[in-house]
């Protein structure tokens, strides 16, 4: 054994780290000793699956054109076609990051593979179409677009959207158990999202992303990840078979918008500043929204601290974060220009728009049920 890693496997102090030289590292030992019980759960929490729906296997052998002038034939049935866009984006982004649901778990087919790189570039394309975002001003400075960005991010229509009103005061038991489903689905693999966004970010703004990253990794301890705070809230309200078949049959197709929005941008090179900026977004609405989540949850008597914990944490954790982003942006070196700041501006319209869209169907889907 190499003298390094002997040195490493007998530590015997049950901290999670410990310094090799002037650096921290994670002890051998504290890997070891770190397993929290809920982590025996596959996660996300899906059934395997053998094929792709049979609606997307035939997209998928159309060829482009045709493609694109199914998609356009779809916009008369909005609803019919924001399922057939955002089911098919959400089963092309599980094979992207190789979870254990996709049929592509664990093998390659390069036919297949290649049809469905082909087809994500139309879908996240008509995405886009649907989502129509407001158009970026161009031509803004550094400084101008930080200050853009800051009201921004602070005053978006997103930030103070009724969902969140009807959450707090007038939602039934039964539709905040739905919507508990819902943002368990809307948030499962934020982790690995950032674990994307990271990619291809220089010196500062590469700097706040990792610090996300870590933090949304638990700072090294897996009942500490932000993913594990989800497991809890499952495991106390019983339902790790009900989402998966939940999310088999009948989930409400709209719950993938904001995360199919974000992938859009995150598994597309050229967009990696728009990806910086959607993210800024997203996480300066968790103050406000998961605030009230929270008072919800306490006026329905639905507040053991299994179910509380991924909304309080992040009440604590997020706005730090979205000042770390835009500190990021604004000490970049070499400065960031014109051209990049437009772009992380157009992220962020991106985001609100997929927001709202996805705000404004999951208040109707949840007064509908109470």
Not at 19 to 42: C, S
Not at 46 to 55: K, L, M
Not at 60 to 70: D, K, M, N, S, Y
Not at 244 to 252: E, I, T
């Amino acid at each position: 054994m190499p003298t390094g890693l002997r040195a490493l496997d007998l530590g015997t102090s049950c901290a999670q780290q410990h310094k090799v030289g002037k650096v921290k590292v994670l002890k051998v030992d504290a890997i070891r000793e770190d397993f929290p019980p809920l982590q025996r759960y596959e996660w996300p929490p899906a059934y395997p699956c053998e094929t792709f729906s049979p609606e997307l296997d035939a997209f998928l052998q159309l060829p482009a054109a045709e493609q694109r002038a199914q998609l356009v034939a779809k916009r008369r049935d909005p609803e019919r076609h924001g399922a057939f866009v955002n089911d098919a984006l959400g089963a092309i982004y599980g094979y992207v990051y190789g979870y254990h649901d996709s049929p592509l778990y664990l093998r390659t087919d390069d036919t297949l593979e290649g049809l469905l790189l082909r087809a994500k570039v139309e879908l996240e394309r008509e995405l886009l179409d649907f989502l129509r975002p407001e158009p970026a001003p161009d031509g803004l400075s550094l400084e101008e677009g930080c200050a853009y960005l800051r009201a921004f991010v602070a005053e978006n229509p997103g930030v103070t959207h009724t969902l969140f009103d009807f959450l707090r005061d007038r939602a039934h038991r039964s539709a905040f158990k739905e919507f508990l489903r819902l943002e368990v689905m809307r948030n499962e693999v934020v982790d690995d999202e950032v674990a994307f966004l990271v990619i291809g970010l220089q010196g500062s703004m590469k700097k706040v992303a990792t610090s996300n990253l870590w933090d949304e990794c638990g700072n090294g301890r897996l009942d500490r990840f932000h993913t594990y705070w989800l497991r809890r809230l499952l495991n106390h309200t019983m339902d790790w078979d009900g989402i998966r078949d939940y999310r088999k049959d009948s989930a409400p197709w709209f719950c993938r918008i904001t995360s199919n929005s974000f992938n859009r941008v995150l598994t597309r090179p050229g967009y990696k500043y728009q990806a910086y900026g959607h993210f800024l977004v997203t996480e300066g609405w968790v103050l406000p929204h998961f605030e009230r989540i929270v008072a919800g949850l306490r006026r329905i008597e639905l507040h053991d601290p299994d179910v509380e914990v991924y909304f309080t944490a992040h009440i604590n954790i997020d706005p730090h974060h979205t000042a770390e982003m835009l500190a990021g942006m604004q000490n970049q070196q070499p400065a960031l220009g014109k051209p990049e700041v437009a772009e992380i501006i157009r992220g962020a319209h991106a985001a609100v728009a997929a927001g709202i869209k996805m705000f404004d169907r999951t208040e109707r889907y949840l007064s509908r049920m109470a």
